[in-house]
């Protein structure tokens, strides 16, 4: 049941969008298209609001971001770091922490897992607004099991609102930093055996009758974080047929550690590397479920997408996040004998969020 501080994915309503945040709200509008989410709750706004209710720490961190000189890089790194401190130093209003352990119990429950690994994502009500995408500047965190580190974890996707990439990038695009608020997804975790992005048109030409995918071993963040080479695929949208196809070396993978506790890179054997890393049937479904997620939202879409290794075939495609295309969306059609740029050359920024393992990096260590 969702209360102030917390919202279903399930329970989604349009209305509550300002208190969840794009991506929260666009996984409730996944579920309510009836595309496979794996199950979660939003933490909304009001958690977030709660610390103002220590005027102490907000007088602190106004003083900071009154200092920053954004010509500096290290400059704004270092009180980024002061920033989040602050922020993850206050403690969780108690009611605040019950909701947000009740809720994962329930998640649990509904589960059937004791402990089940989560992903903990940032949602910041800026994002993917029409004149920016903030997508990408906040924190996730992948695998976290257990209410305390559900818990602690919450809070630094909160303190994630001020890392060095999304103070510059606020200020860039003029919005006030005291204006933007955060609320954090908590999803079930999907073991994939492969995931990746696909795109409702083709970014190297706009052209809306293919959807784009690029796919790797593992976990997703891979590809989106730029670690791996993907391969890369172009399905027609109407015929579903498969117009070309870029196998890439694949040297690593972002997989569950052994003992369910975390990620962690491996490499990947000398066969599967020039494999691969989704069946052709398994890439029609991909793009079955993009398309149905560009016809319910009514816009190209930029959708992340996993191969849930434990589920059974025909029914091991889920989908983690759509968001809207903010590139080739904006502009009018290029006519097909237009000159296009290289592959891939648009694919947005916005996807290079820093992830992290339960014992979390800063987001200027190395992003996996």
């Excluded at 990620?263 to 590397?273: C, F, L, S």
Aim: hydrophobic share 40%.
């Amino acid at each position: 049941m969702s209360n102030r501080f917390i919202i279903w994915f399930n329970d989604y309503r349009p209305e509550d969008r300002p208190r969840i945040g794009g991506k929260n709200a666009g996984l409730g509008e996944m579920i309510k298209a009836d595309l496979p989410v794996p199950p979660g709750f939003a933490v909304t706004t009001d958690g977030f609001e709660t610390i103002r209710n220590h005027p102490k720490t907000v007088e602190e961190v106004r003083t900071l971001l009154a200092t920053v000189d954004f010509g500096d890089p290290p400059g704004i790194r270092e009180v980024s770091g002061q920033v989040r401190s602050l922020i993850e130093a206050v403690p969780m209003a108690a009611d605040l922490e019950d909701a947000v352990r009740s809720a994962y119990a329930e998640l649990c429950s509904r589960c059937n897992q004791d402990d089940v690994p989560v992903a903990v994502r940032s949602s910041a009500t800026a994002e993917d607004l029409p004149d920016a995408s903030f997508a990408g500047q906040q924190d996730t965190f992948l695998w976290v099991r257990g209410a305390a580190s559900v818990v602690e974890h919450v809070k630094r996707c909160w303190s994630s609102l001020f890392t060095d990439r999304a103070m510059s990038y606020r200020h860039e695009m003029a919005h006030d930093h005291e204006v933007v608020s955060m609320s954090v997804a908590v999803q079930q975790m999907v073991d994939p055996k492969s995931a990746g992005v696909a795109f409702t048109l083709d970014p190297a030409t706009g052209d809306r009758s293919q959807v784009a995918v690029e796919s790797s071993w593992g976990l997703g963040e891979a590809v989106v974080s730029g670690e791996v080479t993907p391969d890369n695929f172009l399905v027609d949208k109407v015929i579903l047929e498969i117009h070309s196809r870029t196998i890439s070396p694949k040297h690593t993978e972002l997989v569950m550690r052994s003992d369910g506790d975390g990620v962690e890179w491996r490499d990947v054997g000398a066969r599967r590397q020039q494999s691969p890393s989704v069946s052709d049937a398994e890439l029609i479904e991909i793009t079955r479920m993009a398309k149905a997620a560009e016809r319910y939202f009514g816009a190209p879409q930029d959708v992340e997408w996993a191969v849930d290794r434990h589920l059974p075939e025909g029914r091991n495609v889920v989908m983690l996040q759509s968001r809207p295309e903010t590139v080739w969306s904006r502009k009018a059609p290029r006519q097909v004998s237009e000159p296009s740029s290289g592959f891939m050359d648009s694919i947005v920024s916005t996807l290079l969020s820093p992830i992290h393992t339960r014992d979390s990096v800063s987001a200027d260590d190395e992003e996996a």
